[in-house]
């Protein structure tokens, strides 16, 4: 087991809760290593939260503990889960944050955070991130097994919104899934999506861009380019512009590619 | 004494000046824990760090050091301090950030940071946070007693702004201190003084409301509630909403609590 | 070695890319200690990237390594450089970052980073900083030594903008190259550069300033005054104010010393 513990929350960057949460972690294990993911996840926004974890675990090592907190339901009867992914471990709410990243590691088994010999002797009833959670992700590091945090939990909560584009013949149809802080308007859409040696035409917002880049240095400032980013994904961006500002576009902004 | 140094700061996010302090720190002690607990208080606003520090510092492991710098006297005479307040050691200067803090955890001693050993051999007129209280405070990690520090000091500075509401027979009269970035109103009237068994009435904004919510989730989207939140004080908000936004009020605001 | 990683990047503070970075850095040596001096640089902004390391690097300890990401040309042929600076390392792209450095710390070696076997397996077009420049980092603070890191390079490319302010007899004619988040206007003035002894006078927005304070605490609120920073250069602020929001200056407007 590292001692590595993530944290992904919408509570906002400098947030007292954030501070806290460390607190208790570094109570529990001083040996610790914080890394915060983000907390500026848009309020209570499950759906932004499972994809940043989706795109993000995987780069850290085996062992390392996830904690993610977007938590509309805090104070309601649904449980606090950990799951294991393939040896990555996901301490969330059981609302969904689960969905993207089940897509693409085994989850091996998940328990319910109810053993409170794990949880902070008392529990509020608005914060299960501080009191239930993240005491459970230090003891997580110190070696306790995970069937010692709870029961089993069968059934986990998923999100109703797929990532997957819908494929067709000759043609992919997905959706803008985020925007970045250049402006760039990341799609769904991954690159073992598309067809091989074709050349394929990408539409969005009325606007058609033939083929793909390969970078943003290769073509000329101003120009609207689609091309597989760094996360493997169809991104469409204006070369040293803002193309969601240029463009007016957004997260739900439909994409064709057609070929 | 643990390796673990938090931050509290109004020098904004990513300023030079934090990444300077961390440079200090780590040079001194290289095997140093950093927490940035916020960069982001407003500057100088002493009154908002010391609520702050209150509210974060007793989470945290004893032996656990806290640096907090708000320091508009940065340049006058006034004193940059230690304090051991039962095992958490505040650094700060002396303007009063320790004032909420010294109500929750006895202050078992406070000295001056008048020792040039634990300086850094060049101190600035403008920047005692790099060049005298990040030192200090990475000697103490590394097992430097207090004493070693400067001399005792006494009769610390002590802010105006009681943040204990006023109690009288029926009725609290508090005050909105914390606006949180889900627009909920976050006062200074905690759980203990509520009476137990009473049907509670709170008045905020020329709106009421009877009794005390337990949690969001058991009321309805839109809602006006007021409940005890995970810091363990009133809290008005609407559920699924912005309280601060929808209701145009925000710290200072008056709340009447009556049974 | 130390086993220090600083990040300084445009990428915006909570983003995606970050956390990447930092999933690789624990992926290949997990006890490293990552430090975030900022990642608010302006996009693509090379000339403020360039002047944070300068202000930042030279205080961390000697054996750190400093990973810069600005980095518009990704994807072209620029290649990713090392360099030992004295003992500190900075891993950036090839574009001018390592100007201002270079000119305070003495360059010992750079190499650019084409060993394979220090990259991830699969090095995507578009993000360097997680596929070259975060591994390199990491195989540094695990003793790997920088001519395993690939050949070495010679005449990095260097920014035209001098940050050097022109010199004549009785005058020195700067500029404005930063404003701190108190609307502080930081020059490209050093303290070395004006004269001992002598008054000076100080000319900005068609406003003229007699001397230098010591501090903000001797002057009165609202008056305008000029100081040597804690940084080293002058600075023009007004007490208790926001100098560049109250006299609309900013970046680039020049700063004349004549004495």
Same mark, same amino acid.
């Given at each position: 087991?590292?001692?590595?513990?993530?944290?992904?929350?919408?509570?906002?960057?400098?947030?007292?809760?954030?501070?806290?949460?460390?607190?208790?972690?570094?109570?529990?294990?001083?040996?610790?290593t914080?890394?915060?993911?983000?907390?500026?996840?848009?309020?209570?926004?499950?759906?932004?939260?499972?994809w940043?974890?989706?795109?993000?675990?995987?780069?850290?090592?085996?062992?390392?503990?996830?904690?993610?907190?977007?938590?509309?339901?805090?104070?309601?009867?649904?449980?606090?889960?950990?799951?294991?992914?393939?040896?990555?471990?996901?301490?969330?709410?059981?609302?969904?944050?689960?969905?993207?990243?089940?897509?693409?590691?085994?989850?091996?088994?998940?328990?319910?955070?109810?053993?409170?010999?794990?949880?902070?002797?008392?529990?509020?009833?608005?914060?299960?991130?501080?009191?239930?959670?993240?005491?459970?992700?230090?003891?997580? /590091?110190?070696?306790?097994?995970?069937?010692?945090l709870?029961?089993?939990?069968?059934?986990?909560?998923?999100?109703?919104?797929?990532? /997957?584009?819908?494929?067709?013949?000759?043609?992919?149809?997905? /959706?803008?899934?985020?925007?970045?802080?250049?402006?760039?308007?990341?799609?769904?859409?991954?690159?073992?999506?598309?067809?091989?040696?074709?050349?394929?035409?990408?539409?969005?917002?009325?606007?058609?861009?033939?083929?793909?880049?390969?970078?943003?240095?290769?073509?000329?400032?101003?120009?609207?380019v689609?091309?597989i980013?760094?996360?493997?994904?169809?991104?469409?961006?204006?070369?040293?512009?803002?193309?969601?500002?240029?463009?007016?576009?957004?997260?739900?902004?439909?994409?064709?590619?057609?070929?």
């Amino acid at each position: 087991m590292s001692q590595i513990v993530t944290l992904t929350t919408d509570f906002g960057r400098e947030s007292i809760y954030v501070a806290q949460m460390k607190g208790v972690l570094l109570g529990i294990n001083p040996h610790v290593t914080i890394v915060d993911v983000t907390h500026e996840i848009p309020p209570q926004d499950i759906q932004t939260g499972a994809w940043i974890l989706r795109q993000v675990v995987p780069t850290f090592p085996r062992g390392s503990v996830h904690l993610a907190v977007v938590d509309p339901g805090v104070g309601t009867d649904r449980p606090c889960l950990c799951a294991d992914l393939d040896g990555r471990y996901l301490i969330a709410p059981d609302n969904g944050l689960i969905t993207y990243l089940a897509e693409v590691l085994p989850v091996r088994a998940i328990v319910r955070l109810e053993n409170p010999a794990y949880r902070l002797p008392s529990v509020s009833a608005t914060f299960h991130g501080r009191d239930v959670m993240a005491p459970a992700a230090a003891w997580l /590091t110190l070696g306790v097994a995970l069937d010692q945090l709870g029961p089993a939990h069968s059934g986990p909560a998923k999100l109703p919104v797929e990532l /997957t584009p819908a494929l067709s013949d000759r043609q992919i149809r997905g /959706t803008v899934v985020f925007v970045d802080r250049f402006g760039n308007l990341i799609t769904n859409i991954e690159k073992q999506c598309l067809p091989i040696g074709r050349n394929i035409t990408v539409t969005i917002g009325g606007q058609r861009i033939s083929g793909l880049a390969r970078t943003y240095g290769e073509r000329t400032p101003g120009e609207l380019v689609a091309l597989i980013n760094s996360l493997g994904y169809v991104e469409i961006a204006i070369v040293n512009g803002n193309a969601a500002q240029q463009m007016g576009l957004g997260v739900g902004t439909p994409v064709v590619i057609n070929w």
